[in-house]
């Protein structure tokens, strides 16, 4: 196993940065006549998003836990607030999310 040292840590932590995390929530209206229509309407603007760079990570939870879906905007709370709040599933009621600061290092990505 690799070995770090505390001047690594301090060293990365000083590089860290604030990313706006969103958890999205099955909103009201989840099972809503025509939502797999507004979804993936949803789908295509995170690719988009993507694109444009505002969104690093994003992806749904595959599993039952109340939790529909993760994402990781390189903006501010605010700014990722507006983006969901024009999301067109969160404007059908499809879903709900919550918005919180994430500090990690910018660089970090998933493995392929």
Do not use: C
């Not at 990690?104 to 493995?111: A, C, H, I």
């Amino acid at each position: 196993m690799t070995i770090i040292t505390d001047d690594y840590i301090q060293e990365m932590l000083a590089k860290s940065k604030v990313y706006a995390m969103v958890i999205l929530k099955p909103g009201p209206k989840n099972d809503m006549e025509g939502s797999k229509e507004i979804i993936w309407e949803h789908v295509r603007r995170n690719f988009a998003l993507s694109e444009d760079g505002q969104l690093s990570i994003v992806g749904p939870v595959t599993a039952e836990t109340g939790v529909s879906g993760l994402s990781i905007f390189d903006t501010t709370i605010d700014e990722a607030k507006k983006i969901m709040d024009e999301d067109p599933a969160v404007q059908a009621g499809i879903f709900i999310y919550e918005v919180h600061p994430w500090r990690s290092f910018p660089g970090d990505k998933l493995p392929e």
